[in-house]
């Protein structure tokens, strides 16, 4: 079975990153068309994932996007269509990653006669989306032959948005077990790197955005002792400049610039989890899944979620890590001490943790899984 895959983006978020472990097993057959070129490219093309980039122009539609805006970009999408056309016809399935590829994907594959699968990587709210989005996108998704949701929060939040729930199945993400499986040796030379060898090191990795909530980590992190730092793992990836001097703002406001780094986007993921004492994870909306939680618990290091949306599937609290209710300073302190103080309580957390996600998430069990849906198209 021969799939085009569709992407919006050509900057490596979740949905990118995910999209790249479904690829890899099957790059003889398929081809991933993106709608913007970028580091995601070049990060297939080192996977030797065919790639192509089919349209040079930047799409202006955004989450909140209304009616007007989307009706606009319209006439930036019918170029793109005439593009894929052609190409989906040597497909044996049309599959879409995201939003403004299920709108490109949905026309494709009524002119190409060709099946359609959405992965919903969103949580359809109106926290997320507009009304019109959401509209767009539960009309166009009941459509496909088959929804693919990473959670069950998404499918929830799907279904309550007026979206079929016959043709909606969960699949997570799945990861390479091994990567995340990083010699102790090389987590002590991060940190003497780093600087922070003696320190109590928060790792918090996510794109730098207003509802990823970093401020909600600086502010806890003012509560705590000193020891504690924080490493800010990540970039802004869609023009949150004005969030990004925020966070710079408030740093220097609460005296904590010796405590907190900024290291921007980084590709040692595992490596930089290896060497932090805690991940948090503090997104203030629901997080549809949250690649971060699971990768942090694969490296065997404790980890505290919002609880909202995917984490609480992936977390349960106390016994393979820790939840607090998000955009709560108070208790995200509390947790941070509680692992400063019980380090070994912590650890056996952690050790749990990595054992239930690495039986839970492994990338070749989910493939499998998927492969399974697909081949019933
Ligand atoms: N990530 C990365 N480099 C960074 C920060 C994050 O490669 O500097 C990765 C991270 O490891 C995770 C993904 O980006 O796999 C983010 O996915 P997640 O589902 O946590 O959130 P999203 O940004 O997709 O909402
Ligand atoms: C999206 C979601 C994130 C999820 C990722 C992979 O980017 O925001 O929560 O983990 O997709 O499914």
Redesign the pocket.
């Known amino acids: 079975m021969k799939i085009l895959f569709l992407d919006q983006s050509g900057k490596p978020?979740?949905?990118?990153?995910?999209l790249i472990d479904i690829a890899k097993p099957i790059r003889d057959r398929c081809l991933v068309g993106l709608f913007a070129d970028g580091d995601f490219r070049r990060l297939l093309e080192q996977e030797q994932i065919p790639v192509q980039v089919l349209t040079q122009q930047a799409i202006q539609v955004r989450k909140e996007s209304g009616l007007t805006q989307g009706l606009a970009s319209l006439g930036q999408l019918l170029p793109l269509i005439r593009n894929v056309v052609p190409i989906a016809r040597n497909f044996d399935i049309i599959y879409a990653n995201t939003q403004k590829a299920l709108v490109v994907g949905a026309v494709a594959s009524f002119l190409a006669r060709r099946p359609l699968v959405y992965?919903l990587?969103?949580?359809l709210s109106p926290e997320h989306f507009s009304t019109t989005n959401r509209r767009i996108a539960v009309t166009l998704a009941n459509r496909a032959q088959l929804v693919i949701a990473?959670?069950s929060a998404?499918k929830q939040a799907f279904v309550a948005a007026g979206g079929r729930e016959d043709i909606v199945e969960i699949v997570y993400?799945g990861f390479e077990l091994n990567k995340y499986q990083i010699p102790q040796q090389e987590s002590l030379v991060i940190r003497q790197e780093l600087g922070l060898t003696d320190k109590f090191i928060i790792g918090h990795f996510s794109r730098l955005s207003p509802w990823k909530g970093q401020h909600i980590l600086i502010a806890a992190l003012a509560k705590v002792p000193e020891q504690a730092c924080l490493i800010l793992v990540g970039d802004a990836l869609f023009g949150e400049q004005k969030y990004v001097q925020q966070l710079h703002t408030q740093v220097q406001e609460l005296g904590l610039e010796t405590r907190v780094k900024f290291l921007g986007f980084r590709h040692n993921i595992p490596q930089l989890m290896s060497a932090c004492d805690l991940i948090a994870h503090t997104?203030t909306a629901a997080?549809?899944?949250?690649?971060?939680i699971v990768e942090a618990m694969l490296c065997g290091k404790p980890v505290v979620a919002a609880k909202a949306?995917?984490a609480m599937e992936l977390v349960e609290s106390g016994v393979n890590g820790f939840l607090t209710t998000p955009g709560n300073v108070e208790e995200l302190a509390e947790v941070i001490n509680l692992c400063i103080h019980q380090p070994e309580k912590t650890a056996m957390i952690a050790e749990h943790a990595r054992y239930t996600a690495s039986q839970r998430f492994d990338v070749a069990v989910i493939n499998q899984q998927l492969a399974r849906f697909l081949d019933k198209i």
Do not use: K, Y
Request: net charge negative; aromatic share 4%; hydrophobic share 20%.
């Open positions: 978020g979740g949905a990118e990153l995910c992965h990587h969103d949580i990473n959670s998404s993400n997104s997080e549809p899944f949250g690649r971060v949306g995917g």
